[in-house]
């Protein structure tokens, strides 16, 4: 009898996200490197799991949290009921990094549910509908998340997606002038990371603040790739402040990194 691969199977049963998978067969990971199947030499894993695995793949510290918690529970109810302490204490370890006030955190699965949370809460705290997001920008792959990316390649087969979304280009302080009294939130990447790493000045990112706060409009930075210490600074926006003032957005969006590798994300706000 024939065997069948575990490349047969995966190219047979796996749903395929991109014409040209990698299809590498990884049998383990450490550190930076990945080991292939029946293949001992270390791979140097330059890409990190798309900026994932910032500590490195099975952190001694992130095994034992996971381990230690395997002995405890794992789902206990649905999100806020209960209090369920390694999920109260990150909360209280990542308001620690932040500016004071931002002081409230919504955990979810992925980046993009965290964008769609940030959505939802915009619309019901402003009772407005516009979002402004960037041309070329990321936010994610559920619809809500997909209607902010500027990037059309990705959108093209899914329309219609979200009435009331608007463009504007990164870094380009004339169109800030579009953020109106209509707009619900500004969603910007600190570091426009799938438009070609692009950074902006402190007084782009000072300047969108300020308009945002002028016609009541939220500002959410989504540092799902760049926080966690991926910047040089905790938090990417860390790095712009002007003349020793920080630009703070009133959400703030984390992934990726944040989970050691766990589907893990959230974001965070005002209390208010
Ligand atoms: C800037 C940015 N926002 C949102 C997302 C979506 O995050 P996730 O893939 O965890 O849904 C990504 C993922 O690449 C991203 O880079």
Redesign the pocket.
Known sequence: MQTVTHRQLFFQHIAQTSDFPLGLEIERAEGIYLFRQGDQKPYMDLISG???SNVGHRHPHVLEAIQNQLDKYLHLMVYGEYIQTPQTQLAHALVQTLPAGLDNVYFT???????EGAMKLAKRYTGRSEFISCFN??????QG?LSLSGDENFKQNYRPLLPDIRHIRHGNSTDIEQITSRTAAVII?VVA??AGVRVPSADYLHAVRQRCTDVGALLIF?????GFGRTGTFWAFEGFERSGVSVVPDVL?C??GMGGGC?L?RLLARRR
């Open positions: 798309i900026g994932v699965n992925s980046g993009t549910e965290a964008v920008a990321y936010h994610g792959s559920t998340a990447e990371g799938e989504d540092e799902i790739q760049t969006l992934a990726k589907p994300a």
